[in-house]
């Protein structure tokens, strides 16, 4: 049985590009703590963060690059866990 399997080597520049793109999500999670949204900050928070664990999915863990059933996945991952997270929150909220 005869694999097609292509190795993707992403060159210096686009990983130093997601690189850039990551510091510069950090520095913006730094400057969203210190300002007082109430209870936004928890939603943007999550927001970014998942932003950047998307970002080290795609590219440095070669994500983008594997069949579309694996984005798949992904994807209705972070839909359940977007799920819970909000049904906890929702729960916290009315206790």
């Known amino acids: 049985m005869e694999e097609s399997h292509q190795e993707h080597i992403l060159s ?20 969203a703590s210190k300002i007082d949204l109430g209870a936004l900050n928890i939603w943007l928070a999550l927001l ?14 070669h994500l983008k690059y594997e069949p579309k059933v694996f984005a798949i996945g992904f994807l209705v991952t972070i839909f359940t866990l977007a799920l819970l997270i909000g049904m906890m929150f929702f729960d916290l ?3």
């Open 12 to 31: 210096y520049k686009k990983l130093l590009a997601v690189l850039g793109v990551l510091f510069v999500l950090t520095i913006i999670t730094i400057l």
């Open 48 to 61: 970014i963060a998942s932003v950047k664990s998307s970002f080290v999915l795609l590219f440095f863990m």
């Open 93 to 95: 909220g009315f206790r």
